[in-house]
């Protein structure tokens, strides 16, 4: 039986980051004949991740420009992954998560008629623009995709109750914690890093990651003026901000923060640094999904610093808080965090309710068993709270 061919679709860091481990375990399969396909949507940030993984792709594209608009990101992706697809016609597109490569990969693959598989599908906010555009591009693909791979139970649901069949619909598990997996294997540390000096630090630090378009403005001068009075309330408390490479982020953080003792404004870290930079945390403030699932993993509390969010489970687990984005807000999070130790053990304690680093073998199986070359359907992904990640 000659393999089946099935292409792995990305274009930016986190992408990389929750695909790479599928691309791995679709490697050894015999029946499967994975090809990696990258747009360059975050070129720099993008080839960080598949150096890490010590991924090639088997096709690389560079649409990224300087003050891209998603238009503009969207035109010229679809532009080449239709290319791609009629001369390569691949079996079924695999892509993952809510980025405009998503959504157009999946419909380059519609518009040839090639089935699609969506990586995290089901994540809901209940808000078209929050977070801007990430909700509707996961819709959007969702009413693509012919095989849903949903993390964990409450993304089933919400594709169920959006009327998709369940016989379509896979409970994985997020490949994230198979990545965090992999790299934690590898014992890295932030010694030889920008970051060694973190090591010798006695206080607390406080990892702070912020960057999605609905928070820039208004909403991220009040995150960072929470972060300055912070600071002045604790004096062993350090913070530690890799900024994003959107200008208006480092613009604005610099800006509001720059100035200030105890605050380290720096580049991003590569993957495999940033991981023991969110074991060494104390706590982290983010607005990042993939921080929300790997944080707690790591037993560290997390206070997310947006309006909604469309993942749940952290909250209902205890291990995640949603402050929103009022100074605060933000400020009693950090503070009950930082001087209540029930409750830090509390939020420290609980595992992560996002998976167990068995997700891309999951998404594997379900892939042969939809393809015909096994009977049986794979096991659900069921959290167990203190025991994942």
Not at 42 to 61: I, K, N
Not at 138 to 166: C, M, W, Y
Not at 256 to 277: K, N, Q, S
Request: with cysteine.
């Amino acid at each position: 039986m000659s393999a089946r061919s099935v292409a792995i679709v990305l274009g930016t860091r986190p992408e990389a980051i929750k695909l790479a481990p599928v691309y791995v375990e679709m490697q050894k399969r015999e029946h499967l004949d994975p090809m990696l396909i990258t747009t360059g949507q975050h070129r720099e940030m993008l080839d960080q991740v598949l150096d890490v993984f010590g991924l090639t792709p088997d096709l690389s594209y560079d649409i990224m420009q300087h003050g891209q608009t998603l238009a503009g990101v969207t035109a010229r992706a679809i532009t080449v992954l239709d290319e791609a697809f009629e001369e390569h016609a691949p079996e079924i597109v695999l892509v993952q998560g809510d980025t405009a490569t998503t959504f157009v990969g999946a419909l380059a693959a519609y518009y040839r008629q090639i089935d699609v598989g969506h990586v995290e599908a089901g994540l809901r906010s209940g808000d078209k623009y929050s977070p801007f555009p990430e909700e509707v591009f996961r819709q959007l693909t969702g009413e693509i995709a012919d095989l849903h791979f949903a993390a964990t139970e409450k993304s089933r649901k919400n594709l169920l109750d959006e009327g998709v069949d369940p016989a379509i619909v896979f409970v994985t598990g997020n490949t994230v914690i198979d990545a965090l997996h992999t790299t934690l294997d590898k014992h890295p540390s932030l010694a030889g890093t920008a970051f060694e000096w973190l090591e010798e630090t006695s206080g607390r630090v406080m990892l702070v990651t912020a960057h999605r378009r609905e928070n820039l403005g208004v909403p991220f001068t009040r995150i960072c003026t929470a972060i300055a009075d912070l600071v002045k309330r604790f004096e062993d408390l350090t913070v530690v901000f890799p900024m994003h490479l959107n200008p208006k982020v480092r613009g604005a953080a610099t800006e509001l923060l720059g100035e200030l003792d105890r605050v380290h404004l720096c580049e991003p870290a590569d993957y495999v640094t940033f991981v023991p930079l969110m074991a060494r945390a104390d706590l982290i403030i983010t607005d990042s999904g993939g921080i929300q699932e790997e944080a707690p993993a790591l037993n560290v509390p997390v206070l997310v610093v947006r309006d909604t969010t469309e993942r749940p489970e952290g909250i209902d687990a205890g291990v995640v808080e949603l402050v929103g984005t009022e100074t605060a807000d933000i400020y009693k999070g950090a503070e009950e965090l930082l001087t209540n130790v029930s409750t830090y053990a509390r939020m420290s304690g609980g595992g992560s309710p996002y998976g167990d680093g068995r997700a891309s073998e999951r998404i594997c199986d379900a892939l042969e068993y939809a393809m015909g070359l096994r009977d049986e359907r794979p096991e659900d992904f069921v959290y167990q709270p203190g025991k994942q990640g």
